[in-house]
Nanobody
Framework: EVQLVESGGGLVQPGGSLRLSCAAS????????MSWVRQAPGKGLEWVSA????????SYADSVKGRFTISRDNAKNTLYLQMNSLKPEDTAMYYC???????????????WGQGTQVTVSS
């Protein structure tokens, strides 16, 4: 059974940092592209970032480029999202998602985690 379990969310002041983690199990983590997707209160899903398997190439939404960094540790079957210079508009539920292939731009979403809440407020 595929499982994606996010952690690391919380309350942080504007300008602060958080690191989200996503522990994966039940599939060959290293073989699949992975992504972070968020949903702000009352809004739809927003794709945040993705990382391919193999070469580890990454991509970011314009709204987080230069502030967020996605990474993966295939030995630990874990996906990360380092979030710096957080803004109130980053407040959302953050979901970890796997793709159905090695490259996100030619794959569909596969499995999703349950999400971890990030709140940016003073």
């Amino acid at each position: 059974e595929v499982q994606l379990v996010e952690s690391g969310g919380g309350l942080v002041q504007p300008g602060g940092s958080l690191r989200l983690s996503c522990a994966a199990s039940g599939f060959t983590f290293s073989s699949y592209a992975m992504s972070w997707v968020r949903q702000a209160p009352g809004k739809g899903l927003e794709w945040v970032s993705a990382v391919n398997s193999g070469d580890g190439s990454t991509s970011y939404a314009d709204s987080v480029k230069g502030r967020f960094t996605i990474s993966r540790d295939n030995a630990k079957n874990t996906l990360y999202l380092q979030m710096n210079s957080l803004k109130p508009e980053d407040t959302a539920m953050y979901y970890c998602a796997s793709y159905t292939g090695s490259y996100y731009h030619e794959s569909d979403f596969g499995s999703w985690g349950q999400g971890t809440q990030v709140t940016v407020s003073s």
